[in-house]
């Protein structure tokens, strides 16, 4: 293969295993063949244009009309010209498709369906980019500086997927860079002449390696130990820095705290950057279910992570300090003895498809029982996953207060402690002053915080006319809130943004909670929550009750009771105690029933036996074809090391498969093929083949440099006496066992070798080279023939024309 087509295969391979971090983001993922095919397209373009050869402009000028051809006949080939000429109707189509795609990319939330838009932007895009890697690499022999559009290939990946794509897909991009790289060393080193070598890699006495001093592949090498190196590197030092990253609602991967103990702290990212993907998805999937004794279940709503720091830009969680999950929760802050509570137990049983750190949770928990490295954080009494747990299939249960104060306690609440107070009241100086304004005039004639937080609740959610619409959008800053406040549309992000700096702005306590509304109630009695619930509402703090839900949000969740005008204000009872219609434990004791629906086997209510707790929530199976593409992938990996091992093996039984022949012909070929087993056999354990040598002085040079005694260095001259013979005498005496002489050869250098040469004689022969070496001259043949068929035409063309040339008359 020449250096050419090796660098092409190269940037080929190169782009698509870059183009493996896109892969996650869409499902299906088939569009990925779509783009090999035509990226495989543009690069046998390329090789032909190169072949010619043409200008490099021209080269480049083929391949991007060979890249829109594919791609007009691939999506817009009924608007096209003879289904492949894009004219102005494909055009237009291109356009609606990309738009369409990009809205879809805005709409859904990762994994993405695969629309026709979607796909056209990716299949589109890797090509874009293997054809600027393939310019640049084999084109201009350049492959340095095509790393750069294979980073920007991978960094859309890695941003898309919300801050990383994986370690396999950065392990995957990072070689694809690295064969590149190696593919256009070798290139550039063969521009010097063709390194031969007998022993050069022997390195034993006598060799030219011991003669001569450095390898001749010692620059191939050391670039591949390079290479190796800063990927390991580069993989392991992320390992070891302490972080959090991931997504809210999905598909993050973020380290929950800083490692095992009691103590720790915890730094969340702002946890609301998928929350809008979340609303607008299509299908509403589901997330957990759970199964409780509270009577009434629209104020149970699930909460994951209060946000409590806003510094005009977005509104996140504080770096806080974490510590193990105590057996009782401490007892709620700021909640006092005479306030109604009634203590309420929920089972919960979250979707495999659900994977993010944080543990939806009803506020304020007493206790909870769940498995796994979970971290207790006190400020905002939330649970969060250590050392990459997360909620995937969790089941835990959660005993939790059901606070019930009356108006007249809120009304009446007492002075908020100035730490608290100074903390959870502070604003940036950007916020605009049409805020804390808009503020005081919605609040007009209320006499304490808790008229204040009603007039504000009942402002957004009822008089203000505020319109709830998830297409807005969402921005988290001061100036977000401002034009929040003017156009008067946005969804629960906005509201319970708003609520709460505006109530900041005022001097009341205020933070952001962000979970899940409590879900929809199913015919067998369990609560369905899908990823449509997921809400955001803000929390006030009154001294006596604590942190107290508000919902300024129209037509999401419930309105508190304690802030409807018609609220009676009952006397309070003792604290903790259920209600006399509460069960001591949920419900959630097998059915009867005889027939178990999916939702039951999730909860576990069909008996031990019966619980599949790796069921998907939805029912579905995985894709048959992508679960037949991924096994074939799998296969071809695992093959891929084996293809030496497998082509020795196959060379091995047709060499040694008879000792004779019927004629004196096929005798000579049997043992020349035997002799060649041998000397192949030696170059394995690292005895370079000499050509140049008689048969006599090659079994001599074997002998001394594999280190061979008895049996095995008799079997060697034996057979070269065997080749002498055929080689040189007039009628050749047929030789009985050379299939066997040959296998005692291979046992002496296997029990002469250390561990590492058996393994490496096995797994990666040294022999197998000649596979390299026979298509290269396949190669060269073929290009010969083609060249001097091209010449037969061209001058059979000069000829016919000469003939066919009006003479004139004389």
Known sequence: MSGRARLTLAAWGATLMASGALLPLVKPATWIFTAAFVLALVSGVGTLARRVPLARPLTLLAQTVAALLALTLIFTREQALLWLIPGPQALTHATELFRAGADDVSRYAIPAPDTEGIRLMLVGGVVAIGLLVDTLAVTFRRAAPAGLPLLALYSVAAGLSGGGAGWLWFLLAASGYLLLLLAEGRDRLSQWGRVFGGAQRSGRPGSAVAAAGTPAFAPARTGRRIGVVAMGIAMVVPLALPGLSGGLFGGGSGE??????????ISAVNPLVSLQDNLRQPEDREVLRYRTNSRDTGDLYLRLVALDQFDGTSWKSSVRPIEDVPKQLPWPQGLSQSVRITEVTSNFVASDAYDQKWLPMPYPAGRVDISGRWRYEPAGRMLVGDDKQSTKGARYQVTSLDVQPTPEQLATAGPVPEKLRSEYTKVPDSLPDDVRSTALTVTKGARNDYERAVKLQEWFARDGGFRYDVDVESGT??????????????????FSFSMAAMAR????PARVAVGFTPGTTQTDGSISVGIRDAHAWPELYFEGVGWTRFEPTPSRGTTPTYTRENTPSGTATGPAQPEQSASALPSAAPSASESCTPQMKRLGDCGPDAAVGGASSDGSGPDPLTVALLSLGVLAALALPLLPLLWRTRVRARRLGSDGGRGPAETAARTLAVWQEITDTAWDYGVEPDESQTPRRTAARIIRLGELRGESADAVHRVARAVEEVLYAPRPTPVAGLSEEAGRVRAGFHAGAGRLARLRALLAPRSAVRVRW???????????????????????????????RPHKPT
Not at 778 to 798: E, G, V
């Open 774 to 804: 026979a298509a290269s001259a396949r190669w060269s043949a073929a290009s010969t023939r083609w060249s001097a068929t091209t010449a037969r035409w061209s001058h059979h063309r000069r000829t016919l024309t000469t003939r066919l």
């Open 477 to 494: 800053g001061v100036q977000a809130i401002s034009r929040f406040l003017k156009d008067k549309q946005g969804f629960c992000v906005h």
């Open 256 to 265: 929950g705290g800083t490692g095992g103990g009691k103590g720790g702290t």
């Open 505 to 508: 702005s005022l001097g009341v």
